[in-house]
């Protein structure tokens, strides 16, 4: 199939890679974003990119300008104690013809940028400040209500309006929301130290610390504080609350502790939430991708990598089949079980970290899911 006219709803990492994959195959994109431009609906620091992450946007042509933009690293990670020393390294699994690094890491507004330019230069039509009301699936098309008062026939949508999204409702029959998982990320940007040169986690008594590379002389922190979701402190407690998960550590953590904590507005504190909906993940002419089928925490880095993804197979299913339920068909059977996978083990990290799984082996589990992103998609 090609040519079809399809609409993305959602302009957030998952949407953008997708519509750069469509559209590469030969579809006539328009993606709507209902933020006013490529950087208002960006939260938090840097990102973290696998190498399955970086094999996915290399297939739409955007791992080398996220390498050359943020910092490739040498190797996976290695874990510390409290007081900070060295546990255990934990190995990546390198993918075979390709010579991409096991991790890179990037901030966030340099990634949307590529990813924003790149939809751009292959010629996606991307309309800004725009959203829906209705969708109305006829034989031959969805009409689009959009919340302008206008309307446009699209031969498929594409729901990538993430974990709250709107689009679920057309193809899903239960009402699902993302669960809590009782942690909540702090991030605050960082200078690069020389010993930050891989993903470095350090185990607190009530939560886990960790650093990661983002560009040349950028790094970020972040802590995975144990908290009930009404617990969070206000805006101007931040650095107070996070300077208190801290007083244990030594190490690493100790000196940022002690010497790189921004003020509070500086400070981003995110809860960590988890959902896998049930498949398919489709209905009629409507399909879900990103977020919206999968909110990952994000203890193994794999959100937005497993949101790129979906975007390559669902282009890859569309342009091979001349009938998109059976392209929606093996989109969502390729799909669904390598994301159970990483939900069910960040959630279960989770729990090790608040000490609720004590025989749970974090650093084996982590290993495993590399090496099964590793395989081909
Ligand atoms: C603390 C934290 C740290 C993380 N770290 C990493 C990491 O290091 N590596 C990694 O791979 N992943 C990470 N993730 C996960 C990652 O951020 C997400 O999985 C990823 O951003 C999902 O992308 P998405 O495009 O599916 O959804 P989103 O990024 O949520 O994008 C959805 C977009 O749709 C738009 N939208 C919503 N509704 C509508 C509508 N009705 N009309 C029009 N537009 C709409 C929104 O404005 C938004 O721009 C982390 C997540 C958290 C919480």
């Known amino acids: 199939m090609s040519n079809q006219k399809i609409l993305i709803i959602g302009g957030g990492i998952g949407g953008f890679a997708t519509a750069t994959a469509l559209k590469q195959q030969g579809f006539d994109v328009t993606l709507i974003e209902r933020h006013n431009d490529m950087h208002s609906s960006i939260y938090g620091v840097g990102i973290i990119q696998p190498i399955n992450a970086l094999r996915a946007l290399d297939a739409i042509g955007c791992a080398q300008p996220c390498i050359d933009a943020g910092f490739p690293a040498n190797a996976w990670g290695a874990m510390y104690d409290v007081d900070g020393n060295f546990l255990r390294d934990i190995h990546g699994t390198p993918i075979e013809s ?28 991307v309309r800004y400040n725009t959203t829906f009301d209705d969708l109305v699936e006829n034989d031959d098309s969805v009409t689009v209500h959009f919340a302008d008062g206008s309307t446009e026939d699209f031969d498929l949508v594409v729901g990538a309006d993430g974990v709250r999204s709107s689009v679920r409702r057309y193809v899903l029959d239960a009402v699902l929301s993302p669960e809590y998982i009782g942690q909540s990320a702090y991030r605050v940007n960082i200078p690069l130290l020389p010993e930050i040169d891989r993903i470095l986690l350090q185990e607190g008594p009530e939560g886990m610390a960790g650093f990661v590379a983002i560009g040349k002389d950028l790094a970020y922190f972040f802590y995975n504080a144990e908290m009930e979701r009404n617990q969070r402190p206000k805006d101007n407690e931040l650095r107070s609350s996070l300077l208190k998960h801290l007083e244990p550590f030594g190490g690493l953590t100790g000196r940022i502790r002690d010497e790189f904590i921004p003020e509070d507005a500086d400070i981003v504190l995110r809860p960590e939430e988890a959902m896998i909906a049930p498949a398919p993940w489709h209905k009629g002419r409507i399909v879900l991708m990103g977020d919206s089928v999968h909110a990952v925490p994000p203890h193994l880095g794999q959100g937005a990598a497993q949101a ?11 342009k091979k ?9 093996e989109y969502t059977e390729r799909r669904y079980e390598r994301c159970k996978l990483i939900v069910e083990t960040c959630v279960n990290i989770g729990k090790w970290e608040r000490g609720l799984l004590p025989d749970f082996d974090n650093v084996a589990a982590t290993a495993h899911v590399l090496k099964v992103m590793a395989q081909p998609l």
Do not use: S
Not at 321 to 329: C, I, L, R, V
């Open 98 to 125: 390709t010579d991409l690094p096991p991790m890179n890491g990037v901030t966030r507004p340099i990634l949307h940028q590529i990813l924003t330019d790149k939809a751009i230069e292959v010629g996606v039509e």
């Open 308 to 318: 790129i993804e979906d975007g390559v197979v669902l282009a890859e299913t569309l």
């Open 321 to 329: 089949h001349d009938d998109y339920t059976a392209a929606f068909e």
